[in-house]
């Protein structure tokens, strides 16, 4: 017998090839929230690389990094490192950007940490933009002086 949580997964993943990009969002939303993210690691993978629309990117990307777990983080730096179109390239690196957890020390700290970690993965796609956002950030050392001198 098929669980309610394998019938849910199947019918976000049927919902993936959707001509309706609000459908395709709802599944990205669905699948990014999922305990199974390694299983349906492709069809994330092909959400947020949506070639018509970037509600579906965002969306999944979205939802994806509110996991707040290195598997996410991992999904939506893939992503980036495949996304050949400009749009979509934007949108991914918006929801980076974007991330809430940026405005806190603690979230600060998880995202640099799982940055850190991501810079050793065997994709190189996925180091490479783990390295390109840490190469961006200020070391919070540098932070903390910098306000300390400021008071």
């Known amino acids: 017998m098929v669980s309610p949580d394998d019938q849910e997964l199947s019918a ?3 919902d993936a090839d959707s001509p309706d990009w609000a459908v395709r969002a709802a599944s990205g939303r669905r699948l ?5 993210i ?4 492709s069809v994330l993978h092909r959400l947020l690389l949506d070639t018509q629309n970037t509600a579906v990117t965002q969306e999944t990307a979205e939802v994806l990094l509110a996991r707040k777990d290195t ?4 999904c939506v730096l893939l992503a980036r490192s495949w996304a ?3 749009w979509t390239a934007d ?3 918006a929801a980076l950007d974007g991330d809430p957890d940026w405005m806190t020390t603690e979230g600060a700290d998880r995202l ?3 940055l850190r970690e991501l810079t050793a993965d065997e994709d190189a796609g996925v180091c490479d933009e783990a ?4 190469a961006r950030l200020r070391p919070r050392e540098e932070w903390a002086r910098d306000s300390e001198s400021e008071s």
């Open 12 to 14: 976000a993943i049927h």
């Open 32 to 36: 990014a929230a999922s305990d199974k």
């Open 38 to 41: 390694d299983e349906v690691a």
């Open 71 to 74: 598997a996410g983080l991992r």
């Open 84 to 86: 050949s179109e400009t």
């Open 91 to 93: 949108e991914i690196q």
């Open 112 to 114: 640099i940490a799982q």
């Open 131 to 134: 390295q390109r956002i840490l």
